[in-house]
Structure formats: C-alpha cells, structure tokens
C-alpha cells in the first residue's frame, strides 16, 4: 500500500506561507515539471519526498498589473493566461508559445518556469534581459531578489524554505523604445527542449547603443550573460563596425560552455549561439532606421 | 478527502493527494477512454478538461484538483459537439490505430470551443501536443476543419 | 456491398470504438485474479550473472526466472540465440533477467529496487565499427551473404576505368514509437494459458509459446488485442513478452499482465539496424557507371532475431531501381552489445534506397548531370533482370510518375529558381530533391511458399453473416475494413454482414504475419479466391465454410545459398520530390513542399491508401533529418519521446500525392502492397533536397541541424 502522503492545499496564501514556515514542503503549482521530475513508473503516484502544498489556485500569486513602468505577473499565472493578458509583452509571448503544446501551457506556470530553473528554461533568457526582479514572500515578510542571483545553478534556486516566489517583476518593460528579440531553437517545431536559447535587447538614442543585453540558454548551467561584454557596445553607433561584432563574439565565445548530451552537441550549441548573436548584432532586423 | 466532479458526478475519495489524475480515471472510475501513452505530458493521449482547460491527466496530481470540474471523453460522447467531431474524423480518413484520437477528440474540442474558425496553421498549433505516428496528421487536420464547417455554430466560447 | 469501384472509400468498420475511446487496447484490460509482472534488467552490456539476490517478498508477490520455464529457454524465431530470461550471460543493457509479479505497481517497483545482482562484467562490443573490425572474431557475424558479378571481372573493369568513387554512408537508429506501449496479458486457467496482448504475428506467439511452455497445440491460445500501432516494432518483439507472462502464469497460476513505460519501450524493444553500407564504383570520363560493389554492414544488436531477413532485403535493394552493369554486393549481420535490433516498416530497404539515391545523386554531380535526369537513364524497365537473375516482368510506370511529378512539382523552374535565391539570400537556402523506389511486396524469396503457407477460412452463420478467419493484425492500416471489403465485394454483402473478429488461434488458420507488405496482396487474394467459392456453394440460411490455401505462382524459383532467382513475386513503385528551406545559422529544416507519386496495382480504399501515404512518408521524411536515437556504451540515450523527436503536427506539411493503376494479375482486385513502400522515398527525397539548397554533399542520415552546422562550420573554417 501507498505511503502516507501529506498534502496541503490552502484557500488563502497567508494560511500557506504559515504551513511553510513550519515545515519544509515541495511546492507545486502546475505540476508539469515536477510531476516529471519525480515520476515513478506507469500506474502509480510519483514519489516526492516531502510533504506537498499546492498553490496553482491561490488568486494572490494570479495577478498581473502595472505599477508606473514596472509589470508585475502573478508567479502562477499560466502560460495560457498570459498568452491572453494584453499587459504580456509580445516577445515574452513569443518565448511563452514555444513551450511544449497547448495542453501543458494551461498548467504550467511562470512561476515554475523560474523556480525549476532549468539550463534550458524557455522564458528565462528573455526574464534575464529584461533584468527581472523577484519577489518572494514569507511567513516573516518580502524581500526582492535579482533573478540573476536567485537561480544559481542547474535547478538551484536561492529560496528559504519558507518562501514562495509571488511574482516576477519586469522593471521599466512598459516604457517604449527597447528593442527585444528571442529566439528559441529546438529539434522541433513544438514539444521540444531548448537546446539554444538566445534574447537581445537594445535601446537606442537615435542610431547610438543606450543599452544592449544579451542572454544565453541552454548553453552552461545557468542563463549566460555578462554586463561586461554588454558595456563593450555602450555608446556605439548602429550599424555596428564588422570589428565591434567580431570582439562582442569572441568575448562570448571564451565563456560560453556548453556539453554534449542527449540531444545535442558541444559544438553546435555554441556555434548556433554565437550566430544567433552575430546576426542580431548585424541589426539586419534594424535597417529601416 | 479530495472532491471533485468527473463528467458531471460529484466524486469524493481519500486516495493520497499525489495520485495521477489518469490512473484515478481509469483505476479508480474505470473509464478507458483516456489512455496512458508516455505518462511524461509528451503525446496528449491522456488529455482531459479540467474546468473548460485542455491539459494532460498523467501530471495532475489529484490534490491540486479539488472543487474542479474534470472531463474526460466519456463525458462528452453524447453531446452534439462530439457527434460531428465523429463525423468528421471518420469522412475525413482520420482514424488508423486509434489509440491517440480520444486525447486528439480533446484537443479538437478544446479548439474548436475557443476557436470556431481555425485556420490550417492554428488546427495543428492546436493539437501540437497530441502525438500521431500512424497518420502523418493530415488527415486529422482535414477532420477538424470539417468539423469546424460541419459544426458553424456549435462552437462557441465556454 | 454495391461499390462500383473497391478503391472507393467506406467508412473504417472500427470507428466508433475508436473515436469513442472504448475500445479496450490490452491495458484497458483487467481480469479477476490477476498480477502485474515488473522485469528486472541487465544494467550492463555484457557478462556473467555471478549471483541473485532477492528483498523479501511479502504474501502474493513471487520472482519469476528462467528455472521456471518448462522448456527451452529461448524465444523462437530463427536461430535459438534470444533467452526468455538472460542465463549465465547477459548480453546488452536492457536484457531481462527476472520477473516480479504481484498485486500492487507500487509493492512491486520499491521490490524491483532491492533486488541485488552481482555481475562480472566482461568487455563489450559497443558500435557497429568495433564490430566490422572484429567480424572475424567468433560469434560476431551473425548472418552474411554475397552475389552479383564475379570480383575478377570487376578488378579488370576498374583497371580500365576513368575513376573509381568510393563513399562510405552511414543510417542510424529509428524507434517505432506506436502511441501504445508493449503490452501482454497471459490468462491463467486449468487446462490451458490464453495469451493476449498488442501484436502484429499471431502465430509467431503461439509458436513460441508452444515451445517455451514446453505444451501441446490445444494448452494455449493466442488472442490479437486492439493494437495501437505497430509498424513492425511489434512483429517478432511481443514472442519475448508473450513468453515472460506465460511461463510467469504458469509458475504462480494467476494471470499476469506485463505492458511497459515508455521510456522503458524506447530503452529496450527492437529498432531499425543502424547501417554502414560502402560503396565502390567505377566511371567513364562521361561519368557513366562500368561496375559498382556495393558491401551493407547492419548492427544486428546482441541476438540475431529477424536480422538476417532484414540483410536479405537490403541487399536485394542495393541496387535501388538501377539496372547497374557489374554490380556485385555483399552483406553483413554483426553482434554488438546493445539492444536487439528488429522489423521496422521497410525492413533493410530504407537503408538501402537512401544509401543508393545518396550514392547515384553523387556521381550526377561528378557527372554534371541533374541527378533526376542521370537516375532516369538507369531506370529499370519491364522485362529487366534483376540483381539476383530474376525478372521485371510486370509493366513498370516510373517514367510516367516521373513525368507526372516533374509537371506538378515544376521541379526543373524550381530549381532554377532556388539557385537564384540561395545567392541572394545569406541566411535561408532553398533546395528540392528528389527519390525513386520501390518495394518487393510479400515475403523474401520462397517464404511464402515454404515456412508460411498461408491458409485462410470463411465461415457464414445460419443468418448469412460471413466471418473472415485468419490470423492477421489490424494495427491501424485498415485491413479490417479492407479485406471486409473485399470479401463483401465479391459475395454482393452489404459491409456489415462481412466480420472480422480479432484473431484467436482457436479460431483462426494460419494466414501468416502481417508483415512485409503481405497482406493485402497475399491475404487479400486469398480471401478473394475464398470468398468466389463461397458465392458459388452459397446456401441461405446454412452454415457453411470455405478454405483456401496459398498457391506458389513458380517464376525463376529463389535459392537463398545462392542468392539468385524471383525474390519478390511483384513489385510497388514510387517517386517522391521534397522542397526545404535549411535555416543556415541553426542548421533547422523547413519541409515546405512534398509531393508524391505511387503505383501499387490497386488501391482497395482511397482513404486507407492516403492514411498510408501521410504515415509512410512522415516517418520516411523524419528518418531522413529529424529522429535521432543513439547509443552509448551500451546505453540508448533517449528514453522520451521529445528526446528522440519523431514529427508533431507542426512538422508535417500537406502531402500532394498521387496513385497509379496497374493491376497486378495475382493480387486481390490487382493490388499489392502498400504499407512499406511509402516510407522508403522520404529519406532520400530530403537528403537530395538539403544537398541541393547547401551544394554540399552528406554521407549520412539523419541530417540533423548539428550535421549541416558542423559541415557548415568545418568548410567556413576550411576555406578561413
């Protein structure tokens, strides 16, 4: 017979973040990558070794609003809601349809997406670029956190025991200007693991760089990004220089590090990565301007 | 004690929170219709509707699901709806082995609810998470278009 | 039936169940007491089973091994190298060594955990390469062959020669993945075991299981579940499970249920030989060809199940539709220490014809030839010999399908134009290819005539119902529908009088496998010949049955030691044209156009042959560029469907298809087969197609985007 299971599933978040404090729980919102994560076998539960609180549909982690610039998008919102939200951005859209199918973006949540903290996480090249801000919350407070710290390696998080990520934060998204693009590539054209991820952002001032960000997924444990590199273009006039382009991607090309796996290569992750960002920097998607 | 309902019966169990919703379904309620093909949400042959929502039974577990309204294809197999679907998939030549069409039922229902109109390139986005190796899925696609013409006005918005 | 044309469509007799979802596959299945069996498996490639030790197994729940097999442990196919339970020796990653049955999946897999194994493990065979540079060694060879034209002459022809091309090609896996997993259920009952379950062989189980259980004929009975999918994954497969529940019902005398995970059947059933063919061919300055040897290694995997069937129709395809001067081939089974490798839709051919379509596209380019047009002056025509002396002697309408096609497709302005484009445009390439083939329909050489011998039996109730009896599987191809057809058709029946229950060898004859394209053109017409008798002994309201048994149409009689005759009493035919777009900077394909043209005699239903069209060439076009299965010391390394990556529904495009008539005397209504023959082009058809957007050329399927970057990135480094 089963083991004892316990399950919490609360009506209201307080009442969770209370059970929380007291004990050490796997969270659970959607399920689609956890369920996974610890599947057993056919015909029977998947084996989880702590006790389960479930919080897919606690309406305080459902919200999405603007505060002045800044979007703030309920951790277990669904893809599909947010397909559906007009405040989405329409390229963090774009990253959200290429994720699985339909069915499994109508329990899979952003929320997840972040806390699994997957090398080849499909929202997270773009949540990076976009220098997203956590906030999590406790039985004892809040506290806000750079995504870039909060996922520190393959599925490793910074979160107290205690914690639930409540929302992610897109600081200034809703100010016009920024110039982001994503790019997912897959073995197919859905239900497919990210085997190179790849987000741009671009600000500029009349045809001179303000601000330009670049991110990598699937190519090292964690979102590949380095405000050093980035810095190499500040101030630089559009279209770049063949010489500005070649130092941004050899700069790259020492600290990209993928593995060989599954399904793929070393090789091609890094040579796919490093021309997906040869060809966003050639600004071909910019010469109207 | 979880409840739910299941095709419209109110159901009550204490079955542990972790069990799959699919293995309750067919276990539990002894409904075959929805199969298990991966048990991983990778081929959508266990697909149901959990409050109006497409989504694949093998990675619910039954505790996240309480006061929800779940649907299997059992559930829908006497409404208007599905009759064209049937229809449909049968002119159309899309049913071989047959073992993913009841999640692939589904997913045209689901569809075709949110959708009454699609075009070529939304049908298959719409059943992108259901897997066929016997068709080659054209078929399937000219089923759900007919269905989609067959059934003007049937489809609407839940 | 009053159909003016059989080809016209019915609605499939299995609909409703179907679409319903009521209709019980074998895991919808529960009886009373009854157990579920777990298989412990070989963690490693290859050694000794030192010892076993096994938890303590609470009330109900038993270990089943090879002590309690009544009679030999092997499962029989051809060679008795396939234990039931591994033995002494393990001898690939996978192997089942034991079996746990018991009430709960829970008990049972926590069970399986702590059961202890001690093995010595022994230094593997791990890669087709190993093996062909150890194929001396004893027991690595495990089936070869060799024919065609004497080396002699062909050593004097090369001397002469302008030059000698030489390529090497390699295929790699392909996994079935039927939506519906392996499953097998053994009723256990006094005086005989009943054995049910997923399979495309009936009588393939319930020989083996005679054997295993060591029985008579009467104390088992094999009945075909609805199955949901096969495409020859679950041919010679199932014999193994069938055995395991038997021989587990037996010991524990309850009945035992054994249906698998997936990624348990992606890790350890049969998959398509992996392949290494080679080539040596020698050309005139104009590029003509003067001789050509052509030698296929497969990776048979660690036991030699159908393999040496599979190498037998390789070979016979080596030459593709190419009537060659000189050819000469040879062949090899190897052993390596991985998963037994078995019966995929094509059987050999596949690996063939992409084999050859490579090679041939080649020399068109050294030749400076379209490769269209240089294949269309070796196309074989009607009266040709074959490779093995035997004979075309069937009129042959590729050149019409080819002309056909080129019109539809606009092959020659598109390729023009895709020039044009790729110069233009850095980043997408476009390109369109093209494949010609075909299928020798039935079983290889003299199957048909001396192991199967097929026999069928129609029998009709009191109230004028006629039953077909035979013992072949639905799995989705129809015949369910389409042999009813045939046999109502004939006796002037409306559909619904004409029934075919699932197989049962209580009640069936055996009308051989449903295999190799067989069925409808052997099956069919045996139903046909069976089904005339009746009409003509019909009494209303009389019970009354009909046999009819296979009859060998002698043409040039086949000799397998020498590998010479008739192999294939008829032949499919087949022309496909692809178009891609290959994204260079992520080595992605787009299919963007697929056309495709078939000649199988007859078609007995319209919408059962587009079903096959759609299926076949899918997979074939995914064989071609976007599965992938590898292995790793030992271990397949993709145990999720999304891992291996066969085509959803937004990696297919709309197939413009097309069938010719040409009844062929000796098929039912003048069919013949169909089901294998629609797989074969796709691979060739899009390698042709990237060759043509890259102007590169590939030694190897699948063309996965990490082979076009890393050929893209080594000739950019090359030339830089």
């Known amino acids: 017979m089963a083991e004892k299971i316990m399950a919490y599933r609360f009506d209201r978040l307080d009442q969770t973040l209370s059970q929380l404090n007291k004990e050490d729980c796997a969270i659970l919102a959607g399920g689609t990558d956890v369920m996974v994560m610890y599947k057993s076998r056919r015909g029977v539960p998947p084996i989880i070794p702590k006790p389960i609180v479930f919080i897919d549909h606690l309406s305080e982690l459902k919200q999405v609003y603007q505060n002045q610039k800044d979007l703030h998008i309920g951790a277990c919102c669904t893809y599909s809601e947010l397909l559906g939200n007009p405040l989405i951005p329409l390229v963090l859209k774009k990253a959200i349809k290429t994720i699985a199918a339909p069915a499994i973006r109508n329990r899979g949540t952003l929320g997840g997406n972040v806390c699994n903290a997957s090398p080849a996480g499909d929202t997270l090249p773009l949540l990076y670029v976009y220098n997203a801000k956590l906030l999590l919350r406790s039985a004892k407070g809040e506290r806000i956190v750079a995504i870039s710290d909060f996922i520190q390696g393959v599925r490793r998080i910074q979160r107290e025991p205690n914690e639930i990520l409540a929302e992610i934060i897109l600081p200034s998204v809703l100010e016009e200007s920024a110039h982001v693009i994503f790019e997912k590539v897959g073995n197919r054209n859905a239900d497919a693991i990210a085997k190179v991820g790849f987000a741009g952002y671009i600000r500029l001032n009349d045809a001179v760089i303000d601000d330009v960000r670049f991110a990598f997924g699937a190519v090292g444990p964690t979102m590949v990004r380095s405000m050093d590199i980035e810095k190499m273009l500040l101030g630089k006039t559009i279209p770049l220089a063949d010489l500005d382009i070649a130092q941004v991607v050899a700069a790259f090309d020492k600290i990209i590090k993928p593995i060989d796996d599954q399904r793929s290569t070393a090789i091609y992750r890094k040579t796919v990565a490093l021309n997906l960002l040869r060809y966003f920097l050639s600004m071909k998607q910019f010469q109207h301007n | 004690m979880i409840k739910f309902t299941l095709n419209g019966k109110p159901v009550e169990t204490d079955a542990p929170a972790t069990v799959r919703l699919l293995d309750f379904i067919r276990d539990n309620q002894l409904l075959i219709g929805t199969k298990e093909g991966c048990g991983e949400g990778e081929c959508g042959a266990c697909s149901v509707f959990v409050n109006n929502s497409l989504q694949n039974s093998c990675l619910i577990p039954i505790g996240s699901i309480e006061g929800a309204d779940i649907v299997t294809i059992e559930g829908i197999m006497e409404s208007e709806q599905f009759k064209i679907l049937d229809e449909s998939y049968s002119n159309a030549g899309g049913v071989q082995c047959g073992y993913c069409i009841p999640g692939m039922v589904m997913a045209s229902a689901a569809l075709l609810s949110q959708n009454p109109h699609p075009s070529e390139t939304e049908i298959r986005e719409g059943i992108s998470g259901n897997l066929c190796r016997c068709t080659g899925y054209n078929m399937i696609v000219d089923a759900i278009n007919l269905a989609a013409k067959k059934g003007d006005g049937l489809w609407q918005k839940k | ?720």
């Open chain 3, 1 to 720: 039936m009053n159909l003016k044309n059989i080809s016209t469509s019915v609605p499939r007799k299995d609909h409703k169940g179907k679409v319903s979802g009521q209709l019980a596959y074998i895991s919808d299945v529960k009886v009373e007491n009854m157990v579920y069996g777990v298989l412990y498996r070989s963690p490693i490639a290859y050694g000794k089973i030192i010892s076993i030790h096994l938890p303590n197994l609470p009330e109900g729940y038993e270990a089943v091994g090879a002590e309690h097999i009544p009679g030999p442990n092997y499962v029989k196919i051809i060679k008795e190298d396939q234990p039931i339970f591994a033995n002494e020796w393990v001898n690939y990653i996978g192997e089942p060594i034991l079996m746990l049955v018991g009430e709960d999946l829970d008990i049972l897999y926590r069970l399986l955990d702590e059961v202890k194994i001690e093995l010595e493990e022994h230094q593997a065979i791990y890669t087709l390469e190993e093996a062909i540079k150890q194929r001396s060694a004893p027991g690595v060879n495990m089936a070869s062959y060799e024919f065609g034209e004497s080396l002699d002459t062909i050593t004097s022809i090369e001397l002469k020669a302008h030059q000698i091309i030489e390529e090497e090609y390699d295929t790699g896996y392909q996994e079935h993945v039927y939506l519906e997993p392996q499953g097998m259920l053994a009723i256990y009952k006094e005086d005989e075991i009943v054995v049910q379950g997923s399979m495309q062989c009936l009588y393939y189980i319930k020989n083996a299981l005679v054997n295993a259980l060591a029985c008579g004929e009467d104390d088992v009975r094999v009945v075909q579940s609805p199955t949901g999918g096969g495409f020859g994954g679950k041919e010679e497969f199932p014999s193994m499970m069938a055995c395991h529940v038997a021989v587990a019902a037996k010991a524990v005398k309850k009945s035992v249920m054994l249906v698998f995970d997936r990624s348990e059947d992606m890790v350890v059933t049969t998959k398509r030989h992996p392949a290494k063919l080679k080539y040596r061919t020698a050309i005139d300055k104009e590029g003509n060809i003067l001789s050509m040897c052509v030698e296929i290694f497969l990776d048979g995997g660690a036991n030699v199940g159908l393999s040496s069937v599979v190498l037998q129709r390789a070979l016979l395809n080596s030459a593709g539709v190419y009537k060659i001067p000189h050819f000469h081939a040879k062949g090899y089974v190897l052993k390596t220490n991985t998963v037994p490798n078995g019966a995929f839709r094509g059987f050999g051919a596949p690996q063939s014809f992409a084999g050859i379509e490579s090679h041939i596209g080649h020399i068109s380019k050294l030749a400076n030839i379209d490769p269209l047009e240089y294949k269309r002056k070796y196309l074989v025509k009607q009266g040709d010999p074959t490779i093995t002396k035997g004979n075309f002697r069937d009129p042959i309408l590729m050149e019409e399908m080819i002309e056909d096609l080129l019109n539809t497709s606009h092959y020659k302005k598109k390729k023009r134009e895709f020039q044009q484009l790729n110069q233009q445009n850095q980043r997408y390439k476009k390109g369109i290819g093209t494949s010609l083939f075909l299928h020798g329909c039935g079983f290889t050489g003299s199957g048909e005539r001396d192991h199967i011998k097929a026999k069928v039996k129609l029998v009709k109730s009191k109230d004028d119902q006629v039953s077909l009896k035979i013992s072949n599987s639905d799995m989705g191809q129809g015949i369910l529908t389409t042999l009813c057809k045939i046999v109502a058709k004939e006796l002037d029946l409306p559909l619904e009088n004409v029934l075919y229950p699932y197989p049962d060898t209580k009640e069936v004859p055996d009308s051989g496998p449903t295999v190799a394209s067989r069925t409808t053109m052997i099956v069919g017409k045996l139903l046909e010949r069976a089904a005339k008798k009746l009409k003509t002994q019909w009494q209303t309201g009389v019970e009354q049955e009909v046999v009819e048994n296979y009859v060998h149409r002698e043409m040039i009689p086949w000799d397998e030691k020498t590998f010479m005759g008739d192999a294939y009493p008829a032949y499919s035919w087949g022309v496909n044209i692809v178009e891609v777009e290959v994204d260079t900077l992520t080595g992605n394909i787009k299919l963007e156009k697929v056309y495709a043209n078939y000649e199988v005699g007859k078609v007995i239903d319209e919408r059962v042959m587009k079903g096959q069209i759609d299926g076949g060439l899918a997979q074939g076009l995914a064989y071609g560029y976007l599965e992938k299965m590898t292995s790793k010391e030992g271990k397949i390394q993709q145990k999720s469907i999304t891992d291996y990556g066969p085509p959803t529904s937004l990696d297919v495009v709309s197939i413009q298809s097309k069938v010719f008539d040409n009844p062929y005397a000796d098929g039912p209504y003048g069919a013949k087969g169909a089901g294998e023959l629609t797989l074969i082009g796709g691979a060739p058809a899009v390698q042709a197609a990237i060759e043509d957007a890259l102007q590169t050329p590939f030694q190897q399927i699948p063309i996965t985007p990490e082979v076009i970057v890393e050929s893209l990135y080594v000739r950019e480094g090359e030339d830089g």
